[in-house]
């Protein structure tokens, strides 16, 4: 999951396609993940609950981005399936949260205590 959130980062939508689970895997395009990778500018990652059995695993989290000015929250329970030796995302339930529009000379969410302007929207 880690490695997943890593890879939406670096905007390897590569990897968050191949650790899809297989039943999930098309309906998730490379192209539609890296619209979305492209896009957000990950800041923060909080992992709320992680619980693993013999081949699934239940992972509460919460990653936050920027997007076209906007602080945004994508807190999900996620489920994941081990397929082939290997965690893979099978699917998940969102707990929704309110972007926030950041203004200008506002602090930057990142934690860089330099206003958004200078800091992630320039
Ligand atoms: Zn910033």
């Known amino acids: 999951m880690r490695s997943r959130y890593s890879a939406y980062c670096e905007k390897n939508s590569e990897y968050i396609h191949n650790t899809y ?14 619209a979305f990778a492209e896009l ?10 992680f619980e ?10 919460k990653a936050d981005y920027l997007c076209d000015g906007y602080y945004c929250q994508l807190e999900e329970t996620s ?19 309110t972007e926030q529009k950041i203004g200008r000379n ?3 969410p990142c934690g860089s205590e330099k206003k958004f302007k200078k800091c992630h929207a320039a």
């Open 79 to 97: 489920n994941f399936t081990l397929e082939d030796g290997e965690w893979r995302y099978l699917d998940g339930t969102l707990t929704p949260h």
């Open 40 to 49: 957000a500018d990950f800041i923060g990652l909080t992992v709320y609950r």
């Open 52 to 61: 693993e059995s013999d081949n699934t695993a239940i992972v509460h989290f």
């Open 106 to 108: 506002d602090k930057c």
């Open 21 to 34: 689970a297989n039943s999930k895997r098309a309906a998730n395009s490379v192209r539609e993940i890296a």
